[in-house]
């Protein structure tokens, strides 16, 4: 079975600097792997995906995040975050045979 | 594409009677999912079909709970007997199974709300 795990609940940062969302995973089978995020009242928007080619994925709006089986991790990074980056964020692993698990969210907040 | 559709955008019962809700996916996607998202929580898996097949269906979903898909394309969901508890926002989402790595395309959601 697969699952995931987002480490922080929330997250805040300042206008202008990095950002890591953190997300590990846990899957029987090669996962693919999704950053989707929600924007407030707004419905979920794919940001990027990763489906074992290259291990470092670009996303939309300047996110990438790096797949890392060795520590089962995905985490999501932006070197400078900007004040429309505030929304809910949530980590997605997936497996051929199943069904795609959501993790619990991450909360970003960008203070100016 | 028309994205995926779901109907109706909100809708407010009372406790203990039926409700039902339409999603319509992306015409040439063979896999459609539920997913049910209370405030300041991720979508938690309800059931999902491949074509016409209901082939996983979570703890989550009660027997008042059903969800069908026909003839593989439109599905609905319905709930019986309503509680204050099924208050929340029920999501509609579809891929193309086969094809690596495709992800969920969402719809806009349908909110209930249970008095």
């Known amino acids: 079975a697969q699952s995931v795990t987002q480490l922080d609940s929330h997250v805040s940062v300042s206008e202008g600097t990095p950002v890591l969302l953190r997300c590990n995973y846990s899957s029987s089978y090669s996962p693919s792997l999704f950053w989707y995020v929600q924007h407030p009242n707004k419905g979920l928007q794919l940001l990027l995906k990763?489906?074992?080619?290259?291990?470092l994925v670009k996303g939309i709006n300047g996110f990438e995040a790096e797949f890392k089986k060795s520590e089962t991790s995905f985490h999501l990074t932006k070197p400078s975050a900007h004040m429309s980056d505030a929304a809910e964020y949530f980590c997605v692993v997936s497996d051929p045979l199943r069904d795609m698990r959501f993790g619990a969210g991450t909360r970003l907040t960008v203070k100016p | 594409d028309t994205g995926v559709s779901q109907n109706p955008r909100h809708k407010i019962t009372k406790r203990g009677q039926n409700v039902t809700f339409r999603c319509d996916p992306i015409?040439?996607?063979?896999?459609l999912y539920w997913y049910r998202q209370t405030l300041g929580q991720g979508p938690e898996f309800l059931t999902y079909f491949q074509n016409e097949a209901q082939l996983e269906k979570s703890r989550l979903l009660s027997d008042r709970f059903s969800a069908e898909r026909p003839k593989g394309s439109f599905s609905t969901l319905e709930i019986q007997r309503t509680e204050q508890g099924d208050s929340a926002m029920y999501l509609c989402?579809?891929?193309?199974?086969?094809?690596?790595?495709?992800?969920?395309?969402f719809g806009n959601g349908t909110r209930l709300t249970v008095t």
């Open positions: 015409s040439e996607h063979n896999r």
């Open positions: 990763y489906t074992s080619a290259a291990t």
């Open positions: 989402a579809s891929s193309l199974v086969g094809r690596v790595g495709s992800p969920l395309h």
